[in-house]
């Protein structure tokens, strides 16, 4: 993935390093009694939790502002094919079809209009032959 989609990846990477991860560092009560369960010295941890949160707060900030963006700019997607009302067929595997809006109406909705226990169950759904997120708006006519 590249840095300017995913908020910088090699900066995390440098934010990481040098740092060990609360779990794999000895818990206090082992670095107290000087040992570790099986035995072994205990090491005092590398960093605490505060100095590994502190030294990625960046990379959170850009992560969320990142978050922030997208939503924005898909919701004023929404927004907009609700303004157009563009209608669109979906084709179901029993053959029968239903109506839909264009880049409003998820497999989400069709699978609360079908049943609210499959939209409990369902996970993902098969779009044209692919893989589609539930709450990924549909585009045109599909099956």
């Known amino acids: 993935m590249g840095g300017d989609c995913c908020g910088g990846q090699p900066a ?4 990481l390093s040098g740092l060990e991860h609360q779990q794999n560092a000895a818990t206090p009560a082992a ?4 040992t570790v369960a099986n035995g072994q010295s205990a090491a ?9 949160v502190d030294k990625l707060k960046p990379y959170f900030d850009t ?7 997208y939503t924005e ?3 004023s997607q929404k927004e907009e094919a609700k303004g157009a009302n563009v209608q669109i067929s979906v084709k ?3 053959g029968s079809e239903q109506a839909a809006t264009r880049g409003v109406t998820t497999p989400m ?3 609360n209009q079908i049943s609210k226990s499959l939209a ?9 032959g692919k893989d589609w997120d539930l709450f990924r708006p549909l585009e045109a006519d599909c099956q």
């Open 44 to 52: 005092q941890p590398k960093a605490s939790h505060k100095d590994w």
């Open 73 to 75: 700019r898909s919701n």
């Open 92 to 94: 179901l595997p029993n």
């Open 12 to 15: 995390f990477a440098e934010a």
């Open 120 to 128: 409990k169950r369902v996970v993902v759904a098969k779009v044209d």
């Open 31 to 34: 670095v107290a009694s000087g």
């Open 63 to 69: 992560r969320i502002q990142l978050f922030e963006k």
């Open 109 to 111: 909705d069709v699978a």
